[in-house]
């Protein structure tokens, strides 16, 4: 069965430092994908980051990388140089892959952690 | 600019009332879902869709159904309101463009059953 864990539930940082955020998942597919997502005070959800289980390079966005740890099924969110701003809830979700015959495209989410920046 | 609407923001509905969500995305994409967000809990999957005249069970469809009348259009419907269904409610599109395609997601809608 699937499964995405986020086991950090509130991490408090300074303004400036780096952070990172835990991620495990479970999955039987050959291939799959990972992406993390942050959801805002408001209530949105944006789309942050994605990894493809067959790269080996740790994807990179901005202020936001990723450490993809195939064997350990593990993908951390690191964001450099903390802002105000990204004070938010972080999701990891996983999509099954392309052997996998139905629900093509859905996502299996993790608890979210919540992050607090600190001026 | 694509996007993902929600309708209404906000509802409070009696138990036992009928509740209609409704999602309208203009991104074209084909798949459409259904996600409730409860506290520690993270997202979890109801219904979903492929395309119009489509709907699948996702994780935790009981007591609750969907419809998809067009491309555009995707609605969740909870045909006896139970305090337990009391949540908030995204919807979100998608499409499979060589398998990378992250999910877009609306605004939420805060449904409250008393």
């Known amino acids: 069965a699937q499964k995405v864990t986020q086991t950090q539930t509130s991490i408090s940082v300074m303004e400036k430092t780096t952070v990172t955020m835990d991620c495990v998942y479970e999955?039987?597919?050959?291939?799959?994908?990972l992406f993390w997502y942050k959801q805002t005070a408001s209530g949105e959800i944006v789309f942050l980051i994605r990894q493809d289980s067959y790269k080996k390079e740790n994807a990179t966005v901005g202020h936001y990388s990723l450490n993809f740890q195939k064997p350990k099924s593990s993908i951390g969110l690191i964001i450099t140089a903390t802002q105000i701003e990204d004070s938010a809830v972080y999701f990891c979700?996983?999509?099954?892959?392309?052997?996998?015959?139905?629900?093509?495209?859905?996502?299996?989410f993790g608890a979210g952690t919540q992050l607090i920046v600190i001026p | 600019e694509a996007a993902v609407t929600q309708s209404p923001r906000n509802k409070v509905a009696v138990t036992g009332g009928k509740v209609t969500l409704s999602c309208n995305q203009t991104?074209?994409?084909?798949?459409m879902y259904w996600y409730r967000q409860d506290t520690g809990h993270g997202l979890r999957l109801i219904h979903y869709?492929?395309?119009?005249?489509?709907?699948e069970k996702g994780d935790i469809p009981d007591g609750y159904k969907a419809s998809r009348p067009s491309q555009e259009n995707f609605s969740l419907i909870l045909e006896l309101a139970t305090p337990s269904q009391t949540s908030v409610y995204f919807c979100?599109?998608?499409?499979?463009?060589?398998?990378?395609?992250?999910?877009?997601f609306g605004p939420g809608t805060r449904l409250t059953v008393l």
């Open positions: 999955t039987q597919d050959s291939s799959y994908f």
């Open positions: 991104n074209n994409h084909n798949n």
């Open positions: 979700a996983m999509r099954e892959g392309i052997d996998r015959g139905s629900a093509l495209g859905r996502l299996h």
């Open positions: 869709s492929y395309g119009a005249g489509s709907t």
């Open positions: 979100a599109s998608g499409e499979l463009q060589g398998f990378y395609a992250e999910q877009f």
